[in-house]
Nanobody, 121 residues
Framework: VQLQASGGGLVQPGGSLRLSCAAS????????VAWFRQAPGKERDFVAA????????YYADSVKGRFTISRDSAKNTVYLQMNSLKPEDTAVYYC???????????????WGQGTQVTVSS
C-alpha cells in the first residue's frame, strides 16, 4: 500500500489543521494507521494511531484532548485533526500503516513522505 500525507502548513498558535493520509494500491480497511512526527534534531515520536476498524484510538500524552484521529474507509483516508496547536507541535508529520493490530508500540511497514506543520506567530 502507498501512502500520501497532505494538509500541513503554517498556522498561528491556537489554530487548527487537518492532515490527511490517503492510501492507494490496495484497500486500507485491514490496516492500522498511525501518525508520527519528527522535529529538527529530535527523534521521531508517536502521535496517534487508529485500529483497522476505527474502533480503537491511541494518543501521545502531549496531544490528548487536542488531536483527533479518524478514518473514512470509503475514501481510503485517515485524518488527523489538530486543534489548539502549539509551537512545540512544529514538525514533519508522517503517516504509517501496518496490517492487523496497531498502536504506539508496533512497527509499521508502510510510510508516507511526510508533511510539514509549522506553528508560529
Amino acid at each position: 500500500v502507498q501512502l500520501q500525507a497532505s494538509g500541513g502548513g503554517l498556522v498561528q498558535p491556537g489554530g487548527s489543521l487537518r492532515l490527511s493520509c490517503a492510501a492507494s494500491g490496495r484497500t486500507f480497511s485491514n490496516y492500522a494507521v498511525a501518525w508520527f512526527r519528527q522535529a529538527p534534531g529530535k527523534e521521531r515520536d508517536f502521535v496517534a494511531a487508529i485500529s483497522w476498524n476505527g474502533g480503537t484510538t491511541y494518543y501521545a500524552d502531549s496531544v490528548k484532548g487536542r488531536f483527533t484521529i479518524s478514518r473514512d474507509s470509503a475514501k481510503n483516508t485517515v485524518y488527523l485533526q489538530m486543534n489548539s496547536l502549539k509551537p512545540e507541535d512544529t514538525a514533519v508529520y508522517y503517516c504509517a500503516a501496518r496490517r492487523g493490530a496497531g498502536g504506539p508500540r508496533f512497527e509499521y511497514d508502510h510510510w508516507g513522505q511526510g508533511t510539514q506543520v509549522t506553528v508560529s506567530s
